[in-house]
Nanobody, 122 residues
Framework: QVQLVESGGGLVQAGASLRLSCAAS????????MGWFRQGPGKEREFVAS????????YYGDSVKGRFTISRDNAKNTVYLQMNSLKAEDTAVYYC???????????????WGQGTQVTVSS
């Protein structure tokens, strides 16, 4: 089992930046690939970014390319999501996910955090 705890969410104005963190505990061997997803009001959960256990492969959703950066520090069992140039449409609950497969579908990740709210005012 892997436990994931997100932090760093908050209320910001459009154009601002935030950095989300996801701390992993439990069975945190570095083979876990990590992902960030988000779910806005009335919307389905959406892929944001993912990173392999070694950081060599990174993928982004089209809506965040060029603005968000995913990274990880295996020594700290933590994955980060740096979010720049935030827009009102980025408002959502952001979830961290972990699993043995790297992908863009929620079903590919068996472990999930509880989420952290990001609200961007226009």
């Amino acid at each position: 089992q892997v436990q994931l705890v997100e932090s760093g969410g908050g209320l910001v104005q459009a154009g601002a930046s935030l950095r989300l963190s996801c701390a992993a505990s439990g069975r945190t061997d570095s083979s876990n690939n990590m992902g960030w997803f988000r779910q806005g009001p009335g919307k389905e959960r959406e892929f944001v970014a993912s990173i392999t256990w070694d950081g060599l492969l990174i993928y982004y959703g089209d809506s965040v390319k060029g603005r968000f950066t995913i990274s990880r520090d295996n020594a700290k069992n933590t994955v980060y999501l740096q979010m720049n140039s935030l827009k009102a449409e980025d408002t959502a609950v952001y979830y961290c996910a972990a699993g043995p497969m790297l992908g863009v579908a929620t079903a590919q990740y068996p472990y999930w955090g509880q989420g952290t709210q990001v609200t961007v005012s226009s």
